[in-house]
Structure formats: C-alpha cells, structure tokens
C-alpha cells in the first residue's frame, strides 16, 4: 500500500483522532481486553480538541499518512525523543504505512538532533517495534489497567 507521509495541519486533527479512537477500539483488544472501563479510560483524552493542542505543542514532531486523501495513520514525538503515539487505522496495519511513518519520524528525530527515541509499547504494537530495531529497556509497567512495554532505539543522523 503506498501512503503519502507528511507533516499533518489542524484542518487534520478530526480525521487524526477518528484513526486513533479506532486503532485503540478495533486493533487493541489485547490491550484492553474489551472490557469498556479500560477502552473508557484509553479513549478518554482522544479528542479532536486535544489533537490540535498535541500538534501545537512546542518542538513536537508529528507526520500522518495519508492513501488516496484518507488519512490512515498518525505518529508523534515529543522534541525529548518520545515516541508517544503512533496509531493505524485497521485495513492499514501489515502493509508498510506503519514503517513508513515510523521513518519519518526517524528523519524528523535526527534532523532536530535526537539520538534516542523513547517509547512505551501496548501489547498489540510490541513486536511491531521490534522488528524495526526498537529493543527494551525494562520490564513491562501497568498503567490504567494496560501493560506499557519500554524500548528504545537509536537514531540515524
């Protein structure tokens, strides 16, 4: 599946939070186990209001993806090298969108000088960022009822 990558605007921020709230509900029942206080809990700050506050923060370093105008994915880090969300709408998991939004991060990372990105996985994404040279930095945490793996991986400059 080839996806357009590129630096999402507040004109995205609806579309960003509806590939978010469903990534969470349909691909992260591992996660959440469908038990609807821990889904509550997760999707609770997803919201269109908070997408625009998240890509206007300070030294963040957001990219969607986009296949044929529709918008199928989001990432963001923070300017410290956190990977805090990354999230892909269902029918496009397993086809390469993920890795490349993956990767521009990585540029984005490296082009502000961050050595190190930073991340705590779900379940659901773990192997995912495994196989792309993410590798863990500790034992998995609970937190709100949902266990975060952390990894790290250096970044290319």
């Given at each position: 599946?080839?996806?357009?990558?590129?630096?999402?605007?507040?004109?995205?921020?609806?579309?960003?939070?509806?590939?978010?709230?469903?990534s969470?509900?349909?691909?992260?029942?591992?996660?959440?186990?469908?038990?609807?206080?821990?889904?509550?809990?997760?999707?609770?700050?997803?919201?269109?209001?908070?997408?625009?506050?998240?890509?206007?923060?300070?030294g963040?370093?957001?990219?969607?993806?986009?296949?044929?105008?529709?918008?199928v994915?989001?990432?963001?880090?923070?300017?410290?090298?956190?990977?805090?969300?990354?999230?892909?709408?269902?029918?496009?998991?397993?086809t390469?969108?993920?890795?490349?939004?993956?990767?521009?991060?990585?540029?984005?990372?490296?082009?502000?000088?961050?050595?190190?990105?930073?991340?705590?996985?779900?379940?659901?994404?773990?192997?995912?960022y495994?196989?792309?040279?993410?590798?863990?930095t500790?034992?998995?945490e609970?937190?709100?009822?949902?266990?975060?793996?952390?990894?790290?991986k250096?970044?290319?400059?």
């Amino acid at each position: 599946m080839n996806a357009h990558i590129r630096t999402p605007s507040l004109d995205d921020a609806n579309a960003i939070c509806q590939v978010i709230r469903r990534s969470i509900t349909e691909c992260c029942a591992a996660d959440h186990k469908d038990d609807p206080e821990l889904l509550a809990a997760w999707l609770q700050n997803k919201t269109t209001d908070n997408v625009c506050r998240w890509l206007q923060t300070e030294g963040a370093l957001p990219v969607i993806a986009q296949i044929q105008g529709a918008v199928v994915g989001f990432a963001l880090a923070s300017s410290l090298g956190e990977l805090m969300l990354c999230y892909l709408v269902p029918e496009a998991r397993f086809t390469g969108v993920g890795r490349a939004m993956l990767s521009a991060i990585e540029r984005k990372a490296a082009a502000v000088g961050i050595d190190t990105l930073r991340l705590e996985s779900t379940r659901t994404a773990r192997d995912f960022y495994l196989r792309y040279g993410f590798s863990p930095t500790g034992p998995a945490e609970l937190a709100f009822g949902i266990e975060g793996y952390p990894m790290s991986k250096s970044v290319e400059r």
